[in-house]
């Protein structure tokens, strides 16, 4: 059995920290391929200035470029309405019938998970893999994690915190202020060539 990972978020722009993510999960969790999932409409956030989805996914699939069991996939942005897991969880599971799929998510959003639409229905369907995002909070996560484990399988990968969001990333940029070190290369290319986030 192959071991698929699939993370999603804005990636508005995405930036070190998802990568670092992403590369942690995949020794972490032995994946055979992890698959980035550019979000149309986020539900759980606003989308304010919030690149054409074009942009987000040629970027994502910049940021990947010449790496090894890293791919990018255009489907929750082909998908019209807002960007739920479980569609995704399922449209996944179609994909890779027999492979153990594991869904990435950040600390933040295993705390509210409950709150997400049909969350059990994602539970019979993936695995979570929650990465820590502070320091010391890998208590806070096992207790929350034991209670949803009756609806499925929860891994937590402590990792060490990536300090930078891409909400701080477009204020430098807006501002004119150093950004490129936040970025993998091709990213900032990219974003100096379309003028974006300005």
């Given amino acids: 059995m192959s071991s698929v990972g699939i993370f999603g978020g804005t990636f508005n722009p995405v930036h070190n920290g998802h990568m670092h993510l992403a590369e942690m999960a995949l020794h972490e969790l032995k994946l055979d391929r992890l698959i980035f999932i550019p979000s149309n409409i986020p539900p759980h956030k606003s989308a304010e200035n919030l690149c054409s989805n074009d942009d987000r996914f040629k970027m994502c699939s910049l940021a990947v470029s010449g790496i090894q069991k890293f791919q990018v996939s255009d489907y929750e942005l082909k998908r019209s309405g ?56 890998i208590a806070i996560l096992e207790k929350k994690a034991d209670f949803l484990r009756k609806y499925g399988e929860i891994k937590i990968i402590d990792s060490d915190p990536y300090v930078i969001s891409s909400t701080e990333i477009r204020e430098k940029i807006k501002k004119d202020e150093k950004f490129s070190c936040y970025l993998p290369e091709k990213v900032v290319q990219y974003i100096r060539l379309n003028n974006l986030y300005k």
């Fill in 82 to 137: 807002k960007s739920y897991s479980v569609y995704t969880a399922g449209y996944f599971r179609e994909q890779f019938p027999t492979d153990r799929i594991f869904m990435l998510i950040g600390s933040d959003m295993l705390m509210s998970f409950d709150s997400w639409y049909r969350y059990q229905d994602v539970l019979k369907m993936v695995d979570l893999a929650v990465v820590s995002r502070e320091n010391d909070d």
